[in-house]
């Protein structure tokens, strides 16, 4: 298939375009690299020992997407790029809003226009909000507290709707856990801009030196040991999802949501103890208190992406921290 790949030099799109590529896939990448860096290119081309296409553009252009569409032959559309965030949201609800929800907006009208019906959407655990039970499945209750899960759940209905009016269209919402780690070659990775936000990353950039400890955010919480728990799932696990969820709407038609998670979730401290372990580094800490909007736990069943499309993540924790460490050491460059 020809697949076009939006965000796709971001964390999630770079791995899938290489998993993608490797499953003998042909893709065309799109980024206006708000949130990358052109350097990724290199790398794919390194590991893939092919140079990928790639269009440095806005999805917000929907004549450029629409040319895309119509001159690369693409058959499906795996939608990554937007803004990822939740404390940023808060604070700049508009640019989210703009961005995720206008560009998923320009990019269904372009699909629309070009005739191009399949689509996986880059969603997220967040949709659903604060867990009233767990795990989360499919049916579990949304309501996102922050604007970019708000952003994530107006595009799902928005898409829903689509299939409503149409059943020419596939659609898969996955929604994503907690996605860490790094390709084994380390040539691609999370690279946040500035003081990482999320734990693997963080994590990382202390135990490479760039940081001198980790803010633990409650030990407080009623889990095993007082210590936030989350779905950590590694990134290839997760590409690798993507491909069968491709085969799976193949033979599918209509509106999908399905959870990328584990099923397993993990504390920070248990986070912490597997990265000194994958590293044989010491990952200084402190407790401070909680960080607002934080759930205790949060974790996926798994179980209707293993029963519809055959997938689930294989990849264990230590795997998860040894190709973020990988990552790190062959790529650290100084902390703002
Ligand atoms: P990322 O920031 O690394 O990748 C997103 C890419 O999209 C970046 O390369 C960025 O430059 C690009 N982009 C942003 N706005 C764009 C626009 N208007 N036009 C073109 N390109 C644009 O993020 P990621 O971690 O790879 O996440 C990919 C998707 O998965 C996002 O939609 C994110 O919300 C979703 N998601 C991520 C996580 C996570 O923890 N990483 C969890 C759940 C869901
Ligand atoms: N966390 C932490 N210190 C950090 C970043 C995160 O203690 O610097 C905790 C956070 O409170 C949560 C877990 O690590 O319990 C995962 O946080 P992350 O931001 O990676 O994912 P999310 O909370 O968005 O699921």
């Known amino acids: 298939m020809n697949i076009l790949l939006t965000g796709g030099a971001g964390y999630i799109g770079s791995h899938t375009a290489v998993v993608l590529t490797q499953a003998n896939h042909e893709v065309v990448l799109l980024d206006n690299f708000y949130n990358s860096h052109k350097r990724v290119l290199g790398q794919l081309q390194k590991i893939l020992g092919k140079n990928l296409h790639c269009v440095d553009g806005d999805v917000r252009n929907t004549t450029?997407?629409?040319?895309?569409?119509?001159d690369c032959k693409i058959?499906?559309?795996?939608?990554?790029?937007?803004?990822k965030a939740?404390?940023?949201?808060?604070?700049?609800?508009i640019e989210y809003y703009a961005n995720n929800v206008q560009g998923a907006i320009s990019l269904l009208e372009a699909m629309k226009f070009a005739n191009v019906k399949t689509l996986l959407f880059s969603s997220s655990a967040t949709?659903?909000?604060?867990?009233?039970?767990?795990?989360?499945?499919?049916?579990?209750?949304?309501?996102?507290?922050?604007?970019?899960?708000?952003?994530?759940?107006?595009i799902e209905e928005m898409l829903k709707?689509?299939?409503n009016s149409d059943n020419e269209w596939k659609i898969a919402c996955l929604r994503y856990f907690n996605p860490v780690g790094a390709h084994e070659s380390g040539l691609i990775g999370e690279n946040p801009a500035g003081i990482p936000n999320n734990l693997l990353p963080y994590i990382a950039q202390v135990a490479g030196g760039m940081r001198s400890d980790l803010a633990v955010f409650g030990d407080d919480y009623p889990t095993i040991d007082g210590t936030g728990i989350r779905d950590y799932i590694h990134v290839m696990d997760l590409a690798e999802g993507h491909v069968k969820a491709l085969e799976f709407l193949e033979v599918n038609n209509g509106w999908h949501?399905?959870?990328?998670?584990?099923?397993?979730?993990?504390?920070?401290?248990?986070?912490?103890?597997a990265f000194e372990k994958a590293s044989a580094r010491k990952v200084p800490y402190h407790v401070v208190s909680r960080r607002l909007g934080?759930?205790?736990?949060?974790?996926?069943?798994?179980?209707?992406?293993?029963?519809?499309?055959?997938?689930?993540?294989?990849?264990?924790l230590h795997e998860m921290c040894l190709s973020a460490w990988d990552f790190q050491r062959l790529n650290s460059v100084a902390a703002p």
């Open 257 to 273: 949501a399905l959870n990328l998670g584990t099923g397993r979730g993990y504390s920070v401290f248990e986070v912490i103890e």
């Open 127 to 154: 949709v659903y909000g604060d867990p009233q039970y767990l795990p989360i499945d499919e049916n579990h209750p949304t309501g996102p507290t922050n604007p970019y899960g708000k952003s994530k759940l107006h």
């Open 86 to 93: 939740v404390g940023e949201s808060v604070q700049n609800p």
């Open 64 to 70: 450029l997407i629409t040319k895309i569409l119509q």
């Open 294 to 316: 934080d759930v205790s736990e949060c974790y996926a069943t798994p179980q209707k992406a293993k029963v519809v499309m055959s997938w689930s993540a294989t990849r264990s």
């Open 161 to 163: 709707d689509l299939t």
């Open 75 to 83: 058959d499906a559309v795996i939608h990554f790029a937007g803004l």
